[in-house]
């Protein structure tokens, strides 16, 4: 409807609270902080229904991500009867004009049940506000319709987007990166009349796509179904078809292929918008809904699309963009005019970052592929090879990082320290083609692209090998622990956080098996010869000169269990005969990073700093020219 919703942390406050924006006034739905509990709570996500009188919201305990379905009731601000566990991803889809929705969620494991078969046969179901979890009908799950095969780790995400009759069925064969709808891999897609749901064990399901057509993202609008696919295009291309007689073969292409990557497409009043990458910055295209030539829309900042959020008959969108030296800004997109303008609903950072500079470079790689990457330090800053530099890089299921202002970085570039962000084969800088580039039998290419972009770092005196550090979070660890073995005196630390060096134990516990695609598996020689390729664990050698390591973990993380990061640290530290220290620092209420408390992520910024300050000798580095 009219109203707004948002997540706001205010100054000192533990974790952001929902916020409902009427006009101009705005007031607290919901404050995790106020829920009782022994852990801390956090609002994992929230989906508001089409009308605007009600919000489902995911709450989880101790950054376990393991959400708890909510429905909060707008106008009182009460929170319904409802709670619904195993809710994990907020695949959550309100049913237009009815007190409905279609939720996501995993079952609970019999005792006993092996952690690799805990998240098998989850399933979508129908639930009405007001009625008994208990009853709610089962609208998709695996041996449900002989039309939908489904082995047990797949998980079925249901749609029913406002602006059409018809509703979509997503089966994920893989894990995700991001809301199912977006950004998708290894996928099905099938579609259905929304009436079908009146009898949810009939619905006949019409198959749209399979993994091999390559549907990364969807928008629907009436009986035109939008489509991302890398099928014929290596970085995507967006196609339309009819979503009652869904031919790809026969599909008409509205932006075809080109050295852009094609990442999401909304419908904005009487045009759609589509989200392109290139070399990972975000650029945004308009093209009216009738076909046509595609318009860039001029974005206000050189960075990456955080959140972008589309309202079905309004022809607006609100965009949140940021870059390495400015703080995210919610900005407001005209679908009649094209033009972007701030909204002013978010204040800028205190942080001053107009004494810090940004090079863009491409570094060659030992086959000759450009990988992008970005260096960030102080201006004025001499290159004598004496500075302090942190190398980060992730490379994995196809992701960009969306979240590049650090404030809290401020300090080691006032202090000489240098960032360089690389754009690692496996990530999504280029689209599909740059993920299977580090996938599966390539995944090498992802840790010989994170050395070389540091020997680049040290060849141009940006800093040397005593003072240069890698850090990697969660398949951030590939990268940073393949390079740790494989070159253990191009580094003066290391630093992998929630990381699973063992990858070929990783298919054994509870988030592994959806895994499988992207890293390999046991069962198979070719899928354990990738796996190889990827666990650092196995390649550690006793009596090698390793640098200092910082490996972090928490106890509640849902996707890493704790024992791979401390596996690691015990066997480094047996291992090591260089005398530094490796360290094991372990969160007894956090999980993955999602759902810290501020607190939570300061310290932790706190002590990775204090490691790295000490272990490369912040501070006695080049001064201003």
Not at 374 to 379: G, K
Request: charged content about 20%.
């Amino acid at each position: 409807g009219d109203r707004l919703f948002h997540l706001r942390q205010a100054p000192g406050a533990s974790v952001p609270v929902l916020v409902v924006r009427d006009g101009e006034t705005a007031r607290t739905l919901l404050d995790p902080a106020a829920l009782p509990g022994a852990e801390h709570a956090y609002l994992d996500w929230f989906v508001p229904s089409p009308d605007g009188r009600y919000v489902a919201c995911g709450v989880s305990r101790g950054g376990s991500e393991f959400s708890v379905l909510r429905v909060v009731q707008v106008d009182s601000g009460d929170l319904g009867e409802e709670a619904i566990a195993g809710t994990f991803h907020g695949a959550v889809s309100w049913v237009p004009g009815a007190d409905t929705i279609v939720y996501h969620r995993y079952l609970d494991p019999a005792p006993g049940t092996p952690p690799g078969e805990r998240r098998h046969d989850s399933r979508a179901c129908l639930h009405r506000l007001g009625t008994p979890v208990a009853d709610d009908p089962v609208v998709l799950a695996r041996g449900r319709s002989p039309r939908v095969p489904m082995a047990p780790v797949d998980r079925p995400f249901v749609f029913t987007p406002a602006g059409s009759d018809w509703m979509i069925a997503v089966i994920s064969h893989s894990a995700l990166i991001a809301p199912p709808g977006e950004q998708m891999s290894d996928c099905s897609l099938y579609a259905a009349p929304r009436a079908a749901l009146a009898d949810p064990g009939a619905c006949p399901g019409q198959r749209v796509a399979g993994p091999a057509d390559g549907v990364t993202a969807f928008a629907l609008h009436g009986t035109d179904l939008y489509l991302v696919t890398h099928r014929e295009a290596p970085r995507s291309s967006l196609v339309v078809v009819s979503v009652g007689e869904p031919d790809l073969g026969a599909a008409t292409v509205l932006v075809p292929g080109s050295e852009r990557a094609v990442v999401g497409v909304r419908v904005v009043g009487d045009h759609l918008l589509v989200h392109e990458r290139d070399a990972g910055m975000s650029r945004v295209a308009r093209l009216p809904l009738g076909g046509g030539a595609a318009q860039e829309v001029p974005l206000p900042v050189d960075g990456v699309i955080e959140e972008w959020v589309t309202v079905p008959g309004r022809a607006e969108a609100f965009i949140t963009l940021s870059s390495w030296t400015q703080s995210p800004q919610v900005y407001r997109y005209d679908g009649r005019t094209g033009a972007v303008t701030d909204t002013g609903w978010l204040p800028s950072s205190p942080a001053d970052f107009s004494g810090v500079e940004v090079t863009d470079l491409r570094v060659p790689a030992r086959d000759g592929t450009l990988v992008p990457l970005r260096v960030v330090h102080r201006r004025g800053l001499v290159l004598d090879g004496a500075n302090p530099a942190i190398l980060t890089g992730y490379g994995s299921y196809g992701l960009v990082v969306r979240q590049l202002f650090a404030p809290g970085m401020l300090a080691w570039y006032e202090r000489g320290g240098v960032c360089a962000f690389a754009g690692l084969r496996g990530g999504g800088e280029y689209g599909r083609e740059w993920h299977e580039a580090g996938r599966g039998p390539r995944k090498e290419n992802t840790i010989t692209d994170f050395i070389d972009c540091a020997e680049y770092l040290i060849e141009h005196r940006y800093t040397s090998p005593e003072r240069l550090a890698g850090d990697g979070t969660s398949a951030g660890g590939t990268p940073t622990g393949g390079a740790l073995v494989r070159r253990p005196g191009l580094w003066g630390a290391m630093v992998m956080r929630v990381a699973a060096p063992n990858t070929t134990r990783l298919e054994l516990s509870e988030n592994g098996p959806i895994n499988v695609p992207e890293d390999g598996s046991i069962a198979t020689e070719a899928g354990l010869r990738d796996l190889l390729i990827t666990d650092s664990y196995l390649r550690v050698r006793d009596g090698i000169r390793y640098p200092a390591v910082l490996l972090t973990a928490g106890l509640n993380d849902a996707r890493v269990a704790v024992w791979q990061p401390a596996k690691m640290a015990a066997r480094l530290q047996a291992a090591t005969s260089a005398g530094r220290p490796v360290l094991l620092r372990v969160e007894a209420h956090g999980g993955h990073g999602r759902g810290s408390t501020r607190a939570q992520r300061d310290e932790l910024l706190a002590d990775v700093l204090a490691f790295l300050s000490h272990e490369l000798e912040l501070g006695a580095g080049s001064p201003i020219r």
